[in-house]
């Protein structure tokens, strides 16, 4: 069974363009999360998507969205790309069923460094 | 005051021994606890989940709730250098929130 994928590996931006990051979540499983692990820091909460719509969201500006597809896949929009915004972007799936909500399998994360 | 706390470390004990790994939390509202381990360079993958007060044991990994104290650890039994790794604690509020909110990691080191 594939795993959560996610595209790209690395992406290399400067301020003020705009960076898309997508993710394929495992089969099955409905939920996706974007989390931000900057250098150094722990991992950020920034978005939960599940059945296509927006769950929650944690404290970044309305700069970073996304979307959930039809199919359950996602993709992160991060907008006005900022220097501080280089970072580590990990996507994690989980099945949406009972107490697995805390359950998340990651990607391998898509580096986003801002020049 | 972090919604979810960790000393960041390093540990570091010795191959054979028991490591122990601590959490706090602030939010009394948290109904679920994990902990996962991330490799470096690698992302985290779930290792040990718990909902109720007590232990809860998975082979050499025994996860420990106290929910009126807000704490939960984790002991690693028999280590080995390949647990050296940071273990993330993460906390999440259900009822709709679902916002799993992770720790900053204990670093350990297992040395032979």
């Known amino acids: 069974e594939a795993g959560v994928t996610q595209s790209p590996t690395h992406l290399i931006k400067t301020r003020g363009q705009q960076a898309t990051l997508r993710c394929s979540p495992i089969?099955?499983?409905?939920?996706v999360y974007w989390y931000q692990q900057a250098l150094g820091l722990g991992l950020q909460f920034l978005l939960w998507?599940?059945?296509?719509?927006?769950?929650n969201r944690g404290n970044f500006p309305p700069r970073f969205s996304g979307r959930q597809f039809p199919n359950y896949s996602s993709e992160l929009n991060v907008n006005a790309l900022e220097l501080e915004d280089s970072a580590l972007y990990l996507c994690?799936?989980?099945?949406?069923?009972?107490?697995?909500?805390?359950?998340?399998?990651f990607g391998e994360g898509s580096r986003l460094t801002v020049l | 005051q972090k919604e979810v706390e960790q000393n960041s470390g390093p540990l570091s004990v010795p191959e054979g021994a028991i490591a122990s790994l601590n959490c706090t939390y602030s939010?009394?509202?948290?109904?679920?606890f994990f902990w996962y381990r991330q490799y470096s360079g690698k992302s985290p993958e779930l290792i040990m989940s718990?909902?109720?007060?007590g232990d809860k044991e998975d082979g050499r990994f025994t996860a420990q709730l106290n929910k009126a104290s807000q704490y939960v650890s984790l002991l690693i039994r028999d280590s080995q250098p390949s647990d050296s790794a940071t273990y993330l604690c993460?906390?999440?509020?259900?009822?709709?929130?679902?916002?799993?909110?992770f720790g900053a990691g204990t670093r350990l080191a297992v040395h032979p």
């Open positions: 993460a906390v999440n509020k259900e009822g709709g929130y679902n916002k799993l909110i």
């Open positions: 089969s099955g499983h409905t939920s």
């Open positions: 998507y599940d059945e296509g719509e927006e769950r």
């Open positions: 994690a799936s989980s099945s949406n069923t009972g107490d697995r909500h805390g359950e998340l399998f």
């Open positions: 939010d009394r509202g948290s109904q679920s």
């Open positions: 718990i909902y109720s007060n």
